[in-house]
């Protein structure tokens, strides 16, 4: 047995490496297992990374091509460099992971390639290799779902990660799942000439969020020529050397069709990693979804081991796991973390890209919390109309008895960056007139944010 660790943490991801970090900077000795040659996950290696670069590669394309001329702008003979851009996208991730391993190096981390096996509390075997640890962390993420009967094999039939490195740019493509993935990947290669399908179970796309974000999302998306079957589910697929022909209901099972596409991107969701890990055999408890179990320490029914990010309990995403390995680092060195789970954004890099905090109307309505709610439209904002880009809307959702907010919502460009303003105002237990009181910069897109706050209070400026 090799000397003994302070933390071992299973998984580089986000979750596992920011983990990492904190705990060696509060001076533990700290290793970190991943299967992976390379570090950051999924999320740096095939998921949030690469698919942005390959967003922002194929929205520069469109506008070059199409929109540009709006502006004055004329280029002639535009034309996609697939190649171009997957080398670019490649090497995006490069540069990432290169980054890790420096800031790995920079905090005296110890790196160990292999799978990682809980053989007990304190002992993990790494491909035969015993090595010991004070706290074990538990940080291995998810894995791409599917559905039944019908094979995901990375040419025909691929999910997320085989999206992102197909030979060449489909002539047709057929979504199964109206998410954020399905969507973000539907709509770079839309913008590259595909022919894009998407087939959502529910009624609409974007299940969880608000429902006004929903539909105007699906209606700036269908203008821009996505096509959508809603209520609709896939019963069957079949492969060809050329093609796939899907086999395609209705949910109320009164019609049924046949969509045939070059590619079929499996984008269902993703189901928590935890395939070989010995969790069973360390007495490590799962719950009905295939999660780990955790307390509010983030411990597992077994002493000294933990888990964080997508293998437990709450939103799939990249910045809940790295903040829940800041608060665990932290409390393993005595100190006190903190995370308000209704201050943690999502955000859809389509574009317009489309950002959520807190409560829908929906939630509010059903949980019978009386609010008030302020809308506006970046149509009435100045740099909006300068940038040629005024889909969509901000709103802001306060209590109607204290004016503190409680969810923001937004579609519209750089929704992502602009969430931040709204998250913090919450995690201040803020109200919607801190944000309408506060000087916003002219002319900037975070006025639409100012003006949603004042017609909170029915008093917006610009409209």
């Known amino acids: 047995m090799s000397d003994k660790f302070d933390v071992i943490i299973i998984g580089a991801g986000p979750g596992g490496y920011v983990c990492a970090i904190r705990a060696a900077q509060l001076g533990m000795k700290v290793a970190c297992v991943d299967k992976r040659e390379t570090l950051g996950g999924t999320c740096l290696n095939v998921g949030c990374i690469p698919s942005k670069a390959l967003l922002s590669a194929s929205e520069k394309y469109e506008d070059a091509a199409h929109h540009m001329a709006d502006m004055g702008i004329k280029i002639r003979g535009a034309s996609v460099d697939w190649s171009g851009m997957q080398k670019h996208k490649d ?97 770079v290669y839309r913008r590259l000439g595909s022919e894009v399908t998407v087939v959502e179970f529910q009624d609409n796309i974007l299940p969880g969020m608000d429902g006004e974000v929903r539909k105007e999302t699906l209606k700036i998306l269908q203008k821009q020529g996505m096509q959508f079957k809603l209520s609709s589910k896939v019963t069957g697929a079949t492969s060809s050397r050329f093609s796939v022909n899907l086999d395609v209901e209705s949910v109320d099972g009164s019609s049924s069709e046949t969509l045939k596409a070059d590619v079929v991107l499996m984008a269902v969701g993703r189901k928590p990693y935890t395939d070989g890990l010995g969790l069973e055999d360390a007495g490590v408890k799962l719950d009905e979804r295939g999660r780990v179990e955790v307390d509010e320490f983030f411990e597992t029914s077994v002493e000294g081991i933990y888990a964080i990010g997508d293998v437990i309990r709450g939103a799939m995403l990249a910045h809940k796991a790295e903040d829940e390995g800041v608060v665990l680092a932290e409390m393993l060195a005595g100190q006190s973390g903190h995370i308000d789970y ?40 100045g740099r909006a109309r300068a940038m040629n880009a005024i889909d969509g809307f901000v709103k802001i959702l306060a209590c109607a008895k204290t004016d503190k ?59």
């Open 342 to 381: 209704d201050a943690i954004p999502g955000v859809v890099y389509t574009w317009p890209e489309v950002a959520s905090v807190g409560k829908t109307e929906e939630q509010l309505k059903d949980e019978g919390i009386a609010y008030n709610a302020g809308k506006f439209p970046f149509m009435a904002n």
């Open 91 to 187: 090497g995006v991730v490069d540069s990432n992971t290169k980054g890790i391993e420096f800031l790995f190096k920079k905090n005296k981390i110890t790196r160990i390639t292999g799978t990682a096996k809980i053989i007990s509390a304190g002992k993990v075997d790494v491909d035969g290799t015993e090595y010991a640890a004070d706290n074990i962390i538990i940080a291995t993420g998810s894995d791409v779902a599917s559905l039944p009967g019908i094979e995901i094999d990375e040419e025909k039939i691929v999910s997320s990660t085989g999206a992102l490195t197909l030979k060449e740019v489909p002539r047709s493509m057929v979504v199964i799942g109206g998410g954020v993935i399905g969507l973000e990947l539907g709509t």
């Open 405 to 463: 907010v409680l969810g923001g919502h937004i579609v519209g460009p750089n929704a992502g960056d602009l969430i931040q303003e709204i998250v913090t105002v919450m995690e201040f237990d803020g109200s919607a007139e801190d944000i309408a009181r506060t000087c916003h910069a002219h002319p900037t897109l975070s006025e639409v944010v100012k003006e949603a706050a004042l017609a909170v209070d029915k008093r917006p400026l610009h409209i």
